[in-house]
C-alpha cells in the first residue's frame, strides 16, 4: 500500500536560518507532489507542485523553493528564514485529479 | 480562477444533534469535490470526495454530502455528531484537468458540547 512520510514533525528555527523539509513517498510510482501551507485562520494554499524529477511548479512569489530530486522525493527548502515562514507544512501526492494523500505535517515555528 | 468558501469558521453542535457545514464553490466546470477532516496538529484525512454520478455521497465515519451544481455546493452532513468529530473541516475543489492540486477553503471548526 502507498504511504507518505514527512519529516520532521516540529521544528524551531531563528530567523535567518535554512530549511529543509522532506516528503516521501513509497509504494507508487511517478507520482504528482505537492507542498502546502497551512497559516493560522488562512485554510490551506498550495506552495508548489512537482509533476516529475526536477519539475517544479510555484504557485506563489515566496522565500522558499523546493525540489525533485528523485521520483518520490519532494523537498521544501529556504536559504533564509523569515518570521512569516512559521506555519503548518503538509506534503501530498495523488496519480490523478480525483485523489489526494496527505502527510502527517511539519509545524514549523520562526523565532 | 477556482475558490471555495466555507462561510462558518466555528461551529459549536451538542454531542448526539445533526450537523451541516457549508461549502460553496466557483469553478467553471464540473469540479472535483472533497471534504477533509483534521485533528489538531495532524495532516488530513479524506471524508468524501465527489466527481461524476450521484449527487448524494457516502463518506467514512458516517458523513455524507450532497453536491447541488444550481447552488454551487457541496455541504456535509451527519445525522447525529460524536465527540470525537471534534476537529477541523476542510471542503476543497480540484480542476480535474491537471496536477495543479487542489484548492481549499479556509475551514470550519467543530466543536462539540456534551
Known amino acids: 500500500s502507498q504511504t507518505i512520510h514527512q519529516w520532521p514533525a516540529t521544528l524551531v528555527q531563528p530567523v535567518g536560518s535554512p530549511l529543509s523539509l522532506e516528503c516521501t513517498v513509497e509504494g507508487t510510482s511517478n507520482p504528482n507532489l505537492y507542498w502546502y501551507r497551512q497559516a493560522a485562520g488562512r485554510g490551506l494554499q498550495l506552495l508548489f507542485y512537482s509533476v516529475g524529477i526536477g519539475q517544479i511548479s510555484s504557485e506563489v512569489p515566496q522565500n522558499l523553493s523546493a525540489s525533485r530530486p528523485q521520483d518520490r522525493q519532494f523537498i521544501l527548502s529556504s536559504k533564509k528564514l523569515l518570521l512569516s515562514d512559521s506555519g503548518f507544512y503538509l506534503c501530498?501526492?495523488?496519480?490523478?485529479?480525483?485523489?489526494?494523500?496527505f502527510g502527517q505535517g511539519t509545524r514549523l515555528t520562526v523565532v | 480562477a477556482q475558490s471555495v468558501t466555507q462561510p462558518d469558521i466555528h461551529i459549536t453542535v451538542s454531542e448526539g444533534a445533526s450537523l451541516e457545514l457549508r461549502c460553496n464553490y466557483s469553478y467553471g466546470a464540473t469540479p472535483y469535490l472533497f471534504w477533509y477532516v483534521q485533528s489538531p496538529g495532524q495532516g488530513l484525512q479524506l471524508l468524501l470526495k465527489y466527481f461524476s454520478g450521484d449527487t448524494l455521497v457516502q463518506g467514512i465515519k458516517g458523513f455524507e454530502a450532497e453536491f447541488k451544481r444550481s447552488q454551487s455546493s457541496f455541504n456535509l452532513r451527519k445525522p447525529s455528531v460524536h465527540w470525537s468529530d471534534a476537529a477541523e473541516y476542510f471542503c476543497a475543489v480540484g480542476s480535474g484537468g491537471g496536477a495543479d492540486g487542489l484548492t481549499f477553503g479556509k475551514g470550519t471548526h467543530l466543536i462539540i458540547q456534551p
Open positions: 501530498a501526492w495523488n496519480l490523478s485529479p480525483t485523489e489526494a494523500f
